[in-house]
């Protein structure tokens, strides 16, 4: 009876206190700020119009697009194949497993660049590769592929083989009433960026 | 921070290493209990010695508390530790062929090492039944696979099955454990046996 007895004393209050408490769901910071900075210096993450339209017509399986825009704005416009996440959604469990894989590039957009990239950096910090933001946003996306500037005579080559592939894609996009220059030497949009195969976290196996 | 081995912060080997240093706590545990004499371990059955309830349930309740703390502290990922995959039919069928095996022999697996450890032949002989049992399961396997895989019901847990979250259904369990364990006490002095 006593050994029970300090038993009960001890464990039923450890009980109270557990049973009290939230259930902790919190997702760790698994970068550290040093590291954070230091990615978000090297811009490694943006994703410039120009490949992300080459893998929209090629229609490359990789590519994933996310908009986090307000619902009003996806559905008024959003890229081919873009699926919607607002950012204030961001970290539900359900969105939270769109980023847990290592065979899609996940590409932020929204109307410029500061709300992807907010979202770019939580996503990053909480551990997940392969996620993208697009340089400028929508702004950019119409300015450059949509409606392209005719590059000035004094340009070099790379910007005129840059406007014929931008006046492509554009035709294949839908945008832009000006009607294509014959193509000069290849276009050369950027390489598109490798996945990063990231080592699936499993469970412990187990079993005794 | 934990599970250290699934986060990488300690190898692999490291783990299995450690794994070994348990497993040499656990057997010591199990010894120094009296779990060796299988007329003290069969006593669960027929009332006169409930050792075997209380040590383990005390061991369960520990292990809940333990990792329910640590998930609170931001320690360990509940997420990424491992739940036992449920498959109903094989669970019945096979937790019969335990119990059946456990009050016959009056040994479970892990504690008829313990007493081979120190020399007893009955401990032996179920160790080679054990094996038997494995030979036969194995060889058999094509002609039992549907029925050990059946009804597969993921890896769900008590608590979410209720509907409760996992701190109250860790307060139920310690209250019905230290029920069971008044409940083991009546019961050993309402069947004592002498010696055994």
Known sequence: MKPLFWLAIFVIPLGLIIAAVPQNTTHPYKLSATELLNEANARTQFISPETVADLIVKKDPTLQLIDVRSRDEYEKFSLSGAIHIPITDLLSEENLAQFDQDVKMNVFYANSTVVANEAWMIIRQLGYSNIYVLEGGLNYWFETILNPGIPSSTSADEEFAKYDFRKAAAQALGGGTVSALPAEGNAAPAPRPAIKAVPKKKKAAGGC | ?196
């Open chain 2, 1 to 196: 921070m934990g599970p250290l081995a699934i986060n990488e912060i300690i190898s692999e080997n490291t783990n299995l290493f450690l794994a070994f240093v348990v497993g040499i706590g656990f057997g010591f545990v199990l010894e120094s209990s009296g779990f060796s004499s299988s007329r003290k371990l069969a006593g669960v059955f027929y009332g006169y010695d409930m050792v075997v309830l209380k040590v383990f349930f005390t061991g369960a309740i520990t292990a809940m508390l333990g990792l329910l703390f640590f998930s609170l502290f931001g320690w360990v990922d509940l997420n990424l530790v491992y739940v036992n995959p449920t498959y109903l039919t094989s669970a019945i069928i096979g937790g019969v062929i335990m119990g059946v095996g456990f009050i016959i022999g009056g040994y479970c697996p892990g504690t008829s090492f313990c007493g081979l450890s120190i020399g007893k032949l009955d401990a032996l002989v179920f160790i080679i039944g054990l094996f038997i049992g494995v030979g036969i399961f194995g060889a058999g396997f094509n002609w039992w696979e549907g029925v050990y895989m059946a009804e597969f019901l993921g890896s769900p847990k008590i608590s979410t099955a209720l509907g409760l979250t996992d701190g109250v259904f860790a307060l139920i369990l310690i209250l019905v454990a230290l029920g069971m364990f008044r409940g083991a006490e009546w019961a050993e002095k309402k069947f004592p046996r002498a010696e055994y």
